[in-house]
């Protein structure tokens, strides 16, 4: 994915997102991955969505909406 998007960060949302060890997985398996493939770039950072679970509502609702017609306005929590 980093290959077409040159991503800075990767935010994952929804239910699972809930599961720090899966963050970590996914971290772990990063980094091995982009050690042993230079091509791919920088490393992007993966972290918890800010929307944590309501990911896929907000998403879904945003989709409803014609464009323009709706702002989410929200203050970013710092996840550690």
């Not at 971290?27 to 800010?50: F, L, M, T």
């Not at 929307?51 to 929200?74: H, M, S, T, V, W």
């Amino acid at each position: 994915m980093n290959l077409i998007l040159d991503a800075e960060r990767i935010a994952i949302g929804g239910g699972i997102s809930s599961e720090p060890i899966l963050i970590e997985y996914i971290r772990k398996y990063q980094r091995a991955i982009y050690e042993r493939n230079e091509k791919y770039g920088s490393v992007p950072e993966i972290r918890q969505s800010v929307f944590r679970n309501d990911a896929n509502l907000i998403g879904a609702l945003q989709l409803l909406q014609p464009p323009g017609d709706i702002k989410f306005e929200y203050e970013a929590a710092t996840l550690q």
